[in-house]
Nanobody, 118 residues
Framework: QVQLVESGGGLVQPGGSLRLSCAASESIFMFNSMGWFRQAPGKQRELVAVLFATGSPDYADAVKGRFTLSRDYAKNTVSLQMNSLEPEDTAVYYC????????????WGHGTQVTVSS
């Protein structure tokens, strides 16, 4: 069973930065896409950023210009650099991956809390 483990969440002041990492238990070459979703209290889970096997990352409008998604094939990780954080970014952030050979297989991490507050 593929596992995704997130790390890097925490408490940060508005305007600050955090870097989230998602480590996969298998080679990330097996995924058609990897990305991050978030869920704030009382809201639905929403896409933050996604990176497909080829091409550039796609970002939600709310985070464009502030967040950067990248991957490291050698470390089997996907990272989300978050700058200029705002209180509205407060949420649990989840890593998600879609299997290349069978897109019906979707994997999720357990989530990491990001809190932006003064």
């Amino acid at each position: 069973q593929v596992q995704l483990v997130e790390s890097g969440g925490g408490l940060v002041q508005p305007g600050g930065s955090l870097r989230l990492s998602c480590a996969a238990s298998e080679s990330i070459f097996m995924f058609n896409s990897m990305g991050w979703f978030r869920q704030a209290p009382g809201k639905q889970r929403e896409l933050v950023a996604v990176l497909f096997a080829t091409g550039s990352p796609d970002y939600a409008d709310a985070v464009k210009g502030r967040f950067t998604l990248s991957r490291d094939y050698a470390k089997n990780t996907v990272s989300l650099q978050m700058n200029s954080l705002e209180p509205e970014d407060t949420a649990v952030y989840y890593c998600r991956a879609e299997q290349r050979s069978d897109p019906r297989n979707i994997y999720w991490g357990h989530g990491t809390q990001v809190t932006v507050s003064s």
